[in-house]
């Protein structure tokens, strides 16, 4: 594995650890209007953009393609588009670092394994590869857990703190305050494992798009870290029609076509755009850094992203307070991260 690969990853693996954020700032839009135009620009408009800038002859490619090849990358595309619209749901349920830790570990283990056993014969060091991915599930279940824990912990501190208050020195029962009835966190977690299986066909896809590339490196002498940027374009048809086809339902169940036009919403609208380019940006880098690892690409490139991913959103969970108050939950989330860099270094280890 070269250094220039390494760096691809690692640089994906930022972008896909950080886009996730830009779902925390949804309001005032309601989340089909969001979502709109957070898809436009992250499954058309930026993957077409790039591909069209690095290979002119994108669409000619892959007007030359097998069409069965076309159909199945499409159709992965379609069913990971399913898995991305439940880890918009999951994500209002339990926060972002319990959706990252359930979706990457299923997503990076199934996304990994899958293409393997499509390969004609096994790699000589699949053994290895299988302990990486093995630990990696170790990982992400140990910062799930603590996900679970810190929940926990934070609603009985909520609960203490507003069961009395004091009045001269008298202790009375708190006024009662409307709330919103807090979601679910079991239904939070169901959700995000539907999208983790879901989502791993997202590198299936890419994966069964490798003759699209294979076609421009052979045919038009393209560069193979670009070749695997036709490739993403042909998956991403399918998953937009998904995320398109579900936004369009929400916008007639809803009656919400007009709340494009609602008032303060340039904030939203801006997250939307930069979660968009920061969501493309981790699966074009990680393309590119997985053309370069050779035929093991997609096998052991995309455990590796998710699994920094995984380290890099909860940074930022951190940071935005989901930890707060929760210290012994906390240091159980660093065992999980600590599991996790061991393994990212074992299937590191397995590509050289």
């Known amino acids: 594995m070269n250094i220039l690969a390494i760096t691809l990853i690692l640089l994906s693996s930022f972008f896909q650890g950080t886009f996730g954020l830009g779902m925390k700032h949804i309001s005032p839009l309601k989340w089909e209007n969001w979502w709109v135009v957070h898809a436009l620009v992250a499954m058309v408009l930026f993957p077409v953009t790039w591909a069209l800038i690095a290979v002119p002859e994108t669409f000619t490619i892959i007007g030359e393609a097998d069409s069965n090849v076309l159909l199945m990358a499409m159709l992965f595309g379609f069913l990971w588009g399913i898995g991305g619209i439940l880890f918009g749901v999951s994500v ?19 996304g990994s394994l899958i293409p393997m056993f499509q390969m004609e014969s096994l790699p000589e060091n699949f053994n290895l590869v299988l302990v990486g991915v093995g630990l990696l599930l170790v990982g992400v279940g140990i910062t799930a857990v603590a996900g679970v824990k810190r929940d926990k912990v934070q609603q009985q501190a909520t609960i203490e703190s507003e069961e009395l208050e004091e009045d001269g020195d008298v202790l009375v029962a708190s006024p009662k305050v409307e709330t919103k ?3 679910s966190i079991q239904t939070g977690v169901a959700i995000a494992v539907a999208c ?11 994966s069964n798009a490798a003759p699209v590339a294979e076609l421009a490196v052979t045919k038009y002498n393209v560069d193979p ?3 695997s940027l036709v490739a993403w374009v042909v998956v991403l048809i399918g998953a937009f029609a998904m995320n398109l086809l579900f936004a369009v339902y929400k916008l007639v169940t809803n ?11 340039t904030k939203a609208y801006t997250w939307a755009v930069i979660a968009g380019l920061f969501w493309f940006a981790a699966l074009g880098v990680y393309g590119q850094g997985a053309a370069l690892m050779g035929t093991l690409g997609p096998v052991i490139g995309w455990p590796m992203m998710l699994g920094l991913s995984l380290i890099i959103s909860n940074f930022w969970g951190y940071r935005e307070g989901e930890w707060k108050n929760a210290e012994q939950p906390f240091k159980i989330l660093l065992g999980g991260l600590g599991v996790l860099i ?8 397995s590509n050289l």
């Open 92 to 110: 209002e349920y339990t926060g972002v670092s319990i959706t990252y830790g359930i979706v990457m570990g299923l997503a990076a283990s199934m």
């Open 342 to 349: 061991f393994a990212i270094c074992i299937l590191g280890y």
């Open 196 to 206: 983790g299986v879901l989502s791993a066909f997202l590198n299936i896809g890419f």
């Open 225 to 227: 870290k670009d070749a």
């Open 181 to 183: 009835p807090k979601k």
């Open 255 to 265: 009656n919400s076509w007009g709340d494009f036009s609602t008032p303060n919403s």
